[in-house]
């Protein structure tokens, strides 16, 4: 180890960043496991930004031709300079990391920017639309962008805030479902596991950061391809975290495959961050499936108390020792006594037509209830004790729980027995427990609630594979029921079930929960030679148009929210289950979509870019109404949940009006003196949190990564 601490320094010494390079792929080695998940972590992924200005310092690729259906040029280069000619702009590069210096000047317009993921970036975002019919409640968001970089810009706003993550990230199928650095990963690439859990890995590490520490969960779908290395990663990336998975049923015809069993079932992680559980539901016995269905009559518990010899003793309870006069005809219990001392010898004298019973076990020894007399009067008179027959082990009541389960209708009387006890059914959906781990749910059929909803959302527009919407509400339910202002997030949003699943949640409860849906807007596969054959290019708008993000993401919520297809008609269908009404209606609720950009740190610092990071300063105090995207003219401004201050001179007039206004709990002030920004801090009332810009947001980006 020693001798290549040395050797690494000598090549520092000659070539800085190769030196820096070799660095750190010998602490990557040095840090293997000598046990668990090793995988190789590949050299970094990099991303094309098709429609970014090219910039002097840029990294870029040169593009094919248009009209040529080749892949582009795959090595980078770096911008030098840029000049103005009659034919456009003109870039001058050299090639990136070269081992041998080589030049080109390549028009602007046939280069695409390359972002690697060690660089440092600084987002910003765009608003490419809105849908409002929520009123006052918050936005749902969708960011159209490459996700690794969404959730480095996350970290800014929602930092610690995220209240439940679900992703249903590629299955790695081989099958051209994902890209590693602008390539389909194939079934014959020899590193496809490696590269998937690389993949993977960073943006599990980032979405770590986001995810609320005192409890807050993480929800992963994934098929038999990748599922035993996923738990492995889950396990090793969240070490401190409970985690479970469970196997559940989504296409119960099966998917054909040859010389091997059709898949029907899929599993899904749950990782429990803090103090997180899953809280009770009402469910009906399909989610019982895995055990003996439940009968539908209220559970009764005997009454003499049970348990090992010597260890249930009348001298123990002596409270609970008392006679019980059942009748003989078996109309129930004739009477109930009080309890005698524990010197005294039970009576046998009788009520006529009755019969005595003490609580005596099976070996004849005296035991005792589980009440006490008053408690089994009153419950007696409710017909919650059952006596068919004059047996001491014959003798049923209702404890606390089931009692409370009849009071509240989850059990309907529909009768009562001779003895005079009542006899209860369960209501669909009343009975309150978690389920097991295998779920075999017909309302979690992908082809009939995931494919068929989107087609009468979207008709005619087709995604691979969308997930049942009631597979994902219900998983979500589990942990938010009782969060109604939850922070929810999904960074592999593809067709916007996550988003819509939060709709429906809200609308049961009236919540206020928010949907945060991050997805590129890459074109499907099939797609690419016909798109390029026409000239197109990534980054031209008719091309963009059939992007995942702009074809299905965007419209899709928006039909969702206004109950009508793109092309304006009502959808037709009702949604079912835990809530039936027509999918016409559409749901009170806001939402707006924005385009991830890419900023300078100069031209942030510069209030040049503060158009693009308004969005960020709204996101961070909640997405909630009015947005102040542009800098005031009165040197300060005030919206709904946050204030702006550029002028520090108005700084008292500004804290005076946000102490008015009483919503406020983010106060962002522009200055580059901590001292000035500490003495308005001071001046701002104790719930209202104050941000120093830019500082806080170039800290954020330039420190705060691990880069």
Not at 614 to 634: C, H, K
Request: aromatic share 10%.
């Amino acid at each position: 180890m020693s001798r290549l601490t040395d050797l690494i320094a000598q090549a520092k010494g000659k070539d800085p960043a190769l030196g820096n390079e070799l660095e750190r792929e010998f602490k990557a080695l040095a840090s293997r496991r000598a046990f668990g998940l090793n995988f190789e972590r590949h050299k970094p992924e990099n991303v094309e930004l098709p429609g970014r200005p090219i910039r002097r310092g840029d990294k870029v690729r040169v593009l094919s031709p248009r009209g040529d259906t080749k892949k582009s040029d795959p090595r980078i280069w770096k911008v030098s300079r840029i000049e103005r000619a009659k034919v456009g702009r003109l870039a001058h590069l050299n090639l990136y990391n070269a081992a041998e210096a080589e030049t080109q000047v390549v028009n602007a317009d046939d280069l695409v920017v390359v972002a690697e993921f060690r660089d440092f970036i600084y987002p910003g975002l765009v608003s490419t639309g809105k849908v409002e019919r929520g009123g006052n409640k918050p936005f749902h968001t969708v960011i159209n962008g490459e996700n690794f970089h969404a959730l480095e810009a996350l970290t800014y706003t929602h930092r610690g805030k995220i209240d439940a993550i679900y992703i249903d990230p590629p299955y790695n199928s081989g099958a051209k479902d994902w890209k590693y650095n602008n390539d389909y990963v194939e079934g014959d690439d020899l590193y496809r596991h490696s590269k998937w859990l690389a993949f993977i890995e960073r943006r599990l590490l980032v979405a770590r950061e986001l995810l609320n520490p005192a409890s807050s969960v993480l929800i992963v779908t994934i098929d038999e391809k990748e599922f035993l290395r996923l738990g492995l990663l889950l396990e090793q990336s969240f070490p401190e975290a409970k985690i479970q998975m469970v196997s559940t049923l989504i296409n119960p015809k099966g998917q054909s495959r040859n010389d091997s069993f059709s898949r029907t079932d899929e599993y899904v992680f749950f990782v429990w961050v803090g103090d997180c559980k899953p809280t009770l539901q009402s469910l009906n016995d399909e989610w019982r499936s895995a055990v003996k269905p439940k009968s539908k009559d209220i559970y009764w518990q005997q009454l003499r108390r049970r348990g090992l010899r010597g260890a249930v003793r009348r001298e123990d309870r002596p409270n609970l020792f008392y006679p019980i006069f059942v009748n003989n005809d078996g109309t129930g219990i004739h009477s109930i006594g009080e309890t005698i001392p524990l010197d005294s010898t039970p009576s046998k004298k009788t009520p006529v037509g009755t019969t005595v019973l003490w609580p005596t076990r099976s070996d004849g020894s005296y035991g005792y209830w589980q009440v006490s007399p008053k408690r089994l009067r009153e419950l007696l008179k409710q017909g919650m004790v059952k006596a068919a027959k004059a047996k001491v082990g014959s003798i049923y009541y209702l404890k606390k729980g089931e009692a409370l389960k009849v009071a509240e209708g989850k059990f309907k009387i529909i009768g009562r027995r001779k003895d005079g006890s009542i006899i209860g059914e369960m209501q669909d959906g009343g009975d309150e427990f978690l389920p097991g781990t295998q779920w075999r749910v017909g309302s979690h059929n992908a082809g009939e609630y995931g494919t068929n909803i989107l087609s009468s959302a979207l008709p005619g527009r087709r995604f691979p594979f969308p997930k049942s919407l009631y597979a994902v509400e219900d998983a979500l339910r589990f942990f938010v029921s009782e969060k109604p202002e939850a922070r929810i997030l999904d960074f592999f949003s593809g067709s916007g079930t996550t988003a819509h699943a939060v709709m429906r949640l809200n609308k049961q409860d009236n919540g206020r929960r928010q949907c945060i849906s991050v997805t590129n807007n890459e074109v499907a596969a099939g797609e690419h030679n016909a798109l390029r054959k026409k000239g197109l290019r990534p980054g031209d708008p008719e091309w963009e148009a059939w992007g995942i993000c702009d074809y299905i993401t965007k419209p899709r919520i928006a039909a969702a929210i206004t109950g009508k297809t793109p092309e304006g008609k009502p959808i037709k269908g009702d949604y079912k289950f835990t809530d039936e009404f027509p999918m016409s209606d559409g749901f009170e609720a806001n939402a707006e979509f924005f385009t991830l950009t890419y900023e300078t740190p100069v031209s942030v610092s510069h209030n040049r870019a503060f158009s693009r990071v308004a969005p960020l300063l709204w996101m961070r105090a909640g997405s909630e109404g009015r947005r102040i995207d542009a800098l005031p003219d009165d040197g300060w401004d005030v919206a709904d949940t946050y204030g702006l201050l550029t002028n520090l001179d108005k700084a008292g007039l500004w804290c005076a009006k946000i102490k008015d206004r009483g919503t406020i709990r983010l106060a962002y002030v522009v200055t580059d003196d901590e001292r000035r920004f500490q003495s308005v801090a001071q001046g701002l009332p104790d719930n209202v949190e104050a941000v120093r810009l830019y500082e806080s947001y170039l800290t954020n980006f330039r420190f705060s990564m691990g880069r």
